[in-house]
């Protein structure tokens, strides 16, 4: 396997991981839903965190498409987790 491609399937394999991270705040989010509050400050700042991610993958000279994809879900999750907890 080629320095190149190992490099690839890595980016590939930590999107994956990235993306089954931030889906797992699903439990948090129906918590804090049915009153059983969280934090409010981790999930917002990886939402914040994502968000930053997702610009540099998307707007950079050569993009990074695995590093916006994998981020995406952090925006979205992490927001909903962190205004439900409020």
């Known amino acids: 396997m080629t ?3 190992f490099f690839g399937t890595m980016g590939w394999v930590g999107m994956a991981t990235s ?5 797992f705040y699903f439990p ?4 804090n ?12 700042m990886a939402g914040i965190n ?3 991610w997702v610009a540099y ?3 950079k000279e050569k993009r990074d498409l695995p ?3 994998a981020n995406t879900p ?4 992490g927001f909903v987790a962190a205004f439900t907890a409020l």
């Open 3 to 5: 320095k190149e491609k």
């Open 19 to 23: 993306v089954l991270m931030y889906v």
């Open 28 to 31: 948090q989010i129906q918590n």
């Open 33 to 44: 839903l049915e009153g059983h509050k969280g934090t409010f400050i981790q999930p917002f």
């Open 50 to 52: 994502c968000t930053l």
């Open 57 to 59: 993958g998307l707007f």
């Open 67 to 69: 590093l916006a994809i």
């Open 74 to 77: 952090g925006i979205i999750f």
